[in-house]
């Protein structure tokens, strides 16, 4: 069998079709088709307002800047999971306020913080301790990182902030969203991308330029069509994986409504993941490894050193999913 990639993404006849009718429109910047996708992707998240911009990322800083101008404030602390990819972090810094770092499954207070960052890591609701109301009574924004979660049934906070970045569910190669049920944030975050303006003529204002384009729209809503589908595929390859090689390892539990983005494979030791890394690329079987927790933090950490993600997506055939499983099985049956 042919080399195995760890996760690739697949466009067909349908993303080829919608890019051309932008190209001969010639209308490419972010208008029609960009509307039209944030009115079908607030439906699909079940929210009142949608905001493309160009990346998760740069949601994440929009959804902070929105925050500091609407409650009044210019510094702080945001409390961030240590268990993240380092956007969540470099968005609060770009932000000009300052990261506070919790551990997995530990219990935290939120103490003078000006807003918390839950992330919900690949597709599943990590919401488990975090007390709601509490953070209402301090005056804390909740923003939700969701940029692997989109199809699953997650909080989006006050802010949802969104990926369609290549290794997602649904990919234009680069992009990202606000979703919002809250007028003023969503009002604030439209100005914020579009140079802080409210209308075409301002020069007197403060923002950037993080503007979407139609030529990206056209391709995402032909992902889209594609999004019920591959919902049941990643959640077929996450059980057929997990069925075969519990027995070996550990699997993190998701919900019905949750969409498993990745696949993670939990071993016993770092050295038990890094060699069964080695065995599966000489195989040539190409896995990944998470992203390494931002300060160490013991749980975070221990995930972070044991687990590994296996080979999934749309590209990703029945054949190939049963040729990785034969080769981790015989990894652990020879040991």
């Keep these: 069998m042919s080399k195995i990639f760890w996760n690739s993404p697949k466009f067909g006849n349908k993303e080829l079709a919608l890019v051309k009718e932008v190209l001969d429109a010639g209308y490419v910047s972010e208008g029609p088709k960009t509307k039209e996708l944030e009115e079908k992707l607030a439906k699909i998240i079940g929210c009142k307002h949608v905001i493309m911009t160009t990346s998760c990322t740069a949601a994440l800083y929009l959804a902070l800047e929105a925050d500091k101008q609407i409650r009044g404030y210019s510094y702080g602390e945001v409390i961030i999971p ?3 990819f380092v956007a969540t972090k470099n968005a609060v810094e770009f932000a000009g306020l300052m990261e506070r770092c919790i551990d997995t499954n ?9 807003a918390l960052i839950q992330v919900n890591i690949l597709g599943r609701d990590t919401s488990n301790g975090i007390d709601i109301e509490e953070l209402v009574n301090n005056e804390i924004t909740l923003i939700c990182d969701n940029a692997g979660a989109l199809g699953s049934d997650v909080p989006i906070g006050k802010v949802g902030c969104y990926s369609l970045q290549g290794n ?14 809250d007028d003023e944030y969503s009002k604030v975050i439209r100005e914020q991308k579009d140079f802080g303006r409210n209308m075409k003529e301002d020069n007197d204002t403060t923002g950037f330029n993080f503007k ?12 889209l ?15 057929m994986y997990r069925h075969k090689l519990e027995k070996y390892g550990k699997f993190i539990d998701f919900k019905p ?6 696949i993670e494979f939990g071993c016993k030791n770092k050295k038990e993941r890094d060699d069964l890394y080695k065995h599966l690329k000489v195989n040539d079987i190409n896995c990944r490894f998470p992203w390494i927790s931002i300060t160490k933090l013991p749980n975070s950490f221990n995930y972070s050193e044991t687990f590994i993600w296996l080979p999934n997506g749309p590209t990703f055939t029945v054949e190939e999913q049963n040729e990785v499983i034969k080769h981790i099985v015989g990894f652990y049956e020879t040991r």
Excluded: M
Aim: aromatic share 10%; proline share 3%; with cysteine.
């Design 82 to 84: 240590d268990l993240t």
């Design 106 to 114: 530990v219990p935290f207070k939120v103490n003078n913080a000006k």
């Design 168 to 181: 997602k569910i649904v990919s234009c190669g680069q992009g990202g969203f606000c979703a919002t049920n």
């Design 212 to 223: 979407f384009n139609d030529i990206l729209a056209a391709v995402t809503l032909g992902q």
């Design 225 to 239: 069509e594609q999004l019920e589908h591959r919902k049941h595929l990643l959640q077929f390859q996450y059980a």
């Design 257 to 262: 409504t949750e969409i498993p983005l990745w």
